[in-house]
């Protein structure tokens, strides 16, 4: 009973991710985000448990990813359209051709979702570190644009919100990033010695201090905060 564990908290991550997708589709893109922040807590939560059980079967890996593609890849997309949907008053001053390429962006963010995760369970090398972004990253993206714009007073991510191209350049971005081969940290952490964590504690010091100076605003500052400590730890 206890080796099933692991799945049952992978089944909670793809049923968060579905409730998600209710939310998104009602509109209530807030409420959509925190259920992806649960299942960002149930992904981690399993490989964790089932580590700490010695759990790990080839069905909860292949079961991990597919709830990943729903939870990271297809609810954050639904965000994202709706938040383009939201702006159409401004969609409205494009041409059918830009128009067509801004509210069809998100299609690209499961894709590359999808991609990613099937390349991630047949390659051996993304155990220490990554290549290309993660999906839960992709989804943090994602719900801290609408989470930031939600609890802080950003005007600029207010506008970014209501911006469509914006979005969608943020969303190709995001998607392009998930399906390259740069090298990104890993956030697993199998001692705390400083000896091979500098980027994990540099990641650690630049979220907590941007926080503590712009409360919820920070939030959209985490991937890039990401993808910069990625980058200082190879020259460690």
């Not at 700490?52 to 729903?70: T, Y």
């Not at 069809?104 to 220490?128: E, H, K, W």
């Not at 969608?168 to 971005?173: D, F, G, L, P």
């Not at 919820?216 to 020259?235: C, D, G, H, V």
Request: charged letters at 10%; one cysteine or more.
């Amino acid at each position: 009973m206890i080796k099933h564990i692991p799945n049952l908290l992978t089944s909670l991550n793809l049923a968060s991710g579905f409730i998600s997708i209710i939310f998104a589709a009602k509109g209530d893109l807030v409420t959509a985000s925190w259920f992806i922040a649960a299942a960002m807590v149930f992904d981690f939560s399993d490989g964790f448990t089932a580590r700490l059980l010695k759990a790990n079967s080839a069905i909860g890996k292949e079961l991990d990813s597919l709830a990943d593609i729903v939870s990271f890849g297809v609810s954050p997309a639904l965000i994202i359209y709706q938040l383009i949907i939201n702006s159409i008053p401004e969609l409205s001053a494009y041409n059918k051709i830009i128009y067509t390429v801004i509210i069809y962006s998100p299609v690209l963010m499961p894709v590359c979702a999808g991609l990613r995760l099937a390349v991630f369970n047949i390659d051996q090398t993304q155990y220490i570190s990554f290549k290309g972004l993660p999906t839960p990253a992709n989804a943090i993206g994602v719900i801290s644009v609408v989470l930031g714009a939600q609890y802080s007073n950003s005007s600029i991510l207010d506008s970014f919100a209501a911006s469509p191209l914006a979005l969608a350049a943020y969303t190709i971005v995001l998607s392009i990033l998930m399906v390259t081969r740069i090298p990104l940290l890993s956030l697993k952490i199998t001692h705390l010695k400083p000896k091979g964590n500098e980027g994990r504690y540099i990641l650690t010091a630049l979220v907590v201090i941007s926080f503590a100076f712009l409360g919820f605003a920070a939030l959209p500052l985490i991937i890039p905060f990401y993808l910069a400590a990625s980058w200082i730890s190879t020259l460690f």
